[in-house]
């Protein structure tokens, strides 16, 4: 499984930024998707959530200005940045979980970096 992150860059505060990871097979493969962020001295955190069955979940920094929605045509998740914050400012990660005997099986792709200015 490999997942490509795209979209980010730089942007100013109130604007607006799509994020787009698409996977290397169908995203229904996946019992759900996540987006992480990461910003410079912090922990990498969680932002939203997309399971198989189109449920959606964020995280409280992000809910009402974010949404995470997919095309599975296109095997791709998106992540709908409004509003957007200078704390904002982070790399943006997409991960993917298949369920597996014992534990969930995760994939991560690699980051794209969100630059919001003030």
């Known amino acids: 499984v490999q997942l490509q992150a795209s979209g980010g860059g730089l942007v100013q505060a109130g604007e607006s930024l799509r994020l787009s990871c698409t996977a290397s097979g169908s995203i229904f493969n996946f019992n759900y998707m996540r987006w992480y962020r990461q910003a410079p001295g912090n922990e990498r955190e969680w932002v939203a959530r997309?399971?198989?069955?189109?449920?959606?979940a964020y995280s409280d920094s992000v809910k009402g200005r974010f949404t995470i929605s997919r095309d599975g045509a296109k095997s791709t998740i998106y992540l709908q940045m409004n509003s957007v914050k200078p704390e904002d400012t982070a790399v943006y990660y997409c991960?993917?979980?298949?369920?597996?005997?014992?534990?969930?099986?995760?994939?991560w792709g690699q980051g794209t970096q969100v630059t919001v200015s003030s």
């Open positions: 997309i399971s198989r069955d189109g449920s959606t």
């Open positions: 991960n993917a979980a298949v369920a597996r005997a014992i534990a969930d099986q995760i994939y």
